[in-house]
């Protein structure tokens, strides 16, 4: 009893963090999202405000469906509730590969860093195996669905904060070059695109 008391603690914390965490990127989305571009340099369709908030409705929707579901196997089924984890851990990985990919396509394709921030992702990426590690010294081999998202999401977030050191070490070696009069033909041509621009264009 103690120790399924300590791992619904541990649960609970976890489905905590992970809310507060989901509820706070979304309102940074709404926030920060760009309502107006007055720039034309590109024939490319422009994400409207209104596509930012059908993408916060889809994910809440989302979410009271999956805590509909998941107290209702819960109540009427339990012993699909370890099956109901281990797709919901796949689900996650799957759409964490979502996020991370056309982020990676773009800053491969650039060549530069942009609005990335190098500091933040030397933070989190570790961070990421090490909460994973503390998931997986507590729950165990069958929590794998719990903790293996999060080495999922280090392992891509890694690969992008591998290319975001190369390319600021690069753009930092250019910059030396230019100031000696001697600008690098490999240097990134930074006025094609930034923070705003769109991961996927049509």
């Known amino acids: 009893m103690e120790l399924l008391l300590r791992h619904v603690s541990v649960l609970d914390c976890s489905c905590a963090l992970v ?4 509820v706070s990127s979304m309102l940074l989305f709404l926030v920060f999202f760009p309502r107006q571009d007055n720039r034309s340099d590109s024939g490319a369709a422009k994400p409207k405000y209104r596509d930012a908030l059908i993408v916060v409705a889809v994910s809440v ?54 609005s990335l921030s190098v500091p933040m992702m030397c ?42 050191l190369v390319f600021r070490a690069r753009e930092k070696r250019g910059e030396q070059l230019h100031g000696r009069g001697l600008a ?11 923070e705003r621009t769109a991961l996927l264009r049509s």
């Open 19 to 22: 809310l507060v965490l989901t």
């Open 61 to 114: 929707t989302h979410i009271i469906l999956t805590f509909i579901a998941s107290v209702a196997l819960y109540a009427r089924a339990p012993s699909y509730l370890q099956l109901w984890a281990n797709i919901l851990g796949i689900m996650a990985a799957c759409l964490a590969s979502i996020q991370y990919i056309p982020q990676l396509y773009m800053t491969w394709k650039l060549q530069a860093v942009l």
């Open 123 to 164: 933070i989190q990426t570790p961070g990421s195996f090490l909460f994973a590690a503390n998931l997986a010294v507590r729950l165990g081999i069958s929590g794998w669905s719990a903790w293996g998202v999060y080495i999922v999401t280090g392992c891509l977030q890694g690969c992008l904060l591998v290319m975001a």
């Open 184 to 194: 690098s033909e490999s240097e990134p041509d930074e006025s094609r695109a930034d």
